[in-house]
């Protein structure tokens, strides 16, 4: 049962002989951005000829994903529909979440971008701290390289949808499922891998009810949302400095061991990046350490 949403979302996108299928009409999944996937010949087989060093690559049945290492991104060299024309697992196992310290995930939402991207890229690198990018499959689009770029650093990617419009995303579970594998295709386009872990424009709060988290579940997503936020994406658009003050009012009378901080690397979001480094000591002072959001990650909430 636990693969039968993703699974109807595949009937109707891929017959059992590797064809399209032309399902469609009242009560069938919408026709998917996924059923225009074209898989290559060889699908995964020869991308990594050996293991790499900076990230992991999710074997066939995902048993691999319990990590020793707080800071190495987890990918997938099969997409969705891939996975399942392999008849290969989809479900996530389950993951002993890492709670053995004080860890803070930097998160970037709604890029990559060609201008704040690349400054918060030089900031973290200048600092040795690794961060995860939610991006949207029509920036990466837009910025391959700066995707790339996120990607030979050891930062983590994750799936922030298309294109981030809620009326879109938000018809159905089998369109909110539709964006997040379309853009699954074009990051793996771009760097030969998929992200495992996702975030869903908004949050799922209010949003989501049982029959998103079906989905999600049974497409072999880990949703990740946040418990902190430098509140960067609101109407009164603080300044570096209220960033920081927001994010330490935060932490004031809790400081929870995994910290979960929400941010936003897209134009328009200079001050995020001029606050960077300010955080980065702050959280450092507080005895936190850096980490990328994989799905052995706890849940902020």
């Known amino acids: 049962m636990k693969r039968i949403f993703c699974l ?3 009937i109707a996108a891929v ?3 590797g064809g399209y299928s032309s399902v469609g009409g009242d009560g069938d999944p919408p026709h998917t951005a996924a059923a ?6 060889v699908v995964g087989e020869s991308f990594f000829e050996h293991e790499p060093e900076h990230f992991v690559v999710a074997n066939e049945n995902f048993s691999n ?3 020793a290492e707080i800071d190495k991104p987890v990918y997938d060299k099969y997409e ?5 024309a392999k008849g290969l697992s989809l479900n996530l196992p389950e993951i002993e979440p890492y709670r053995a310290e004080k860890v803070a995930y930097l998160t970037f939402d709604d890029g990559p971008d060609d201008k704040v991207t690349p400054t918060i890229l ?5 600092e040795g701290v690794h961060a995860t990018f939610f991006v949207l499959g029509s920036m990466v689009e837009q910025n391959p390289n700066v995707l790339k770029r996120i990607f030979n650093e050891g930062h983590a990617i994750g799936n922030h ?3 981030h419009v809620y009326s879109e995303l938000y018809r159905s579970p089998w369109d909110f499922a539709d964006q997040f594998i379309k853009t699954d295709e074009i990051i793996k386009e771009t760097i030969g891998v998929r992200p495992l872990i996702i975030r869903a424009p908004g949050g799922t709060a209010g949003v989501f009810n049982n029959d998103y988290w079906a989905m999600v579940d049974s497409c072999g997503y880990a949703e990740y949302d946040w418990n902190a936020s430098t509140e960067d994406a609101t109407a009164s658009v603080p300044n570096a400095s209220r960033q920081v003050d927001n994010i330490i009012k935060q932490l004031k009378d809790y400081q929870p061991n995994t910290l979960i901080i929400l941010m936003h690397s897209k134009a328009g979001k ?3 990046a001029k606050a960077l480094p300010v955080l980065i000591d702050l959280l450092r002072n507080k005895g936190y350490k850096f980490g990328v959001v994989t799905p052995m990650t706890p849940q902020p909430w």
């Open 65 to 67: 994903l319990q990590l």
């Open 80 to 84: 969705v529909l891939e996975r399942e």
């Open 15 to 17: 017959s059992l002989f």
């Open 36 to 41: 225009q996937i074209k898989f290559p010949a």
């Open 8 to 10: 109807m979302l595949v």
């Open 122 to 126: 030089d900031i973290l690198k200048a």
């Open 161 to 163: 949808s298309y294109n």
């Open 270 to 272: 200079e001050e995020t």
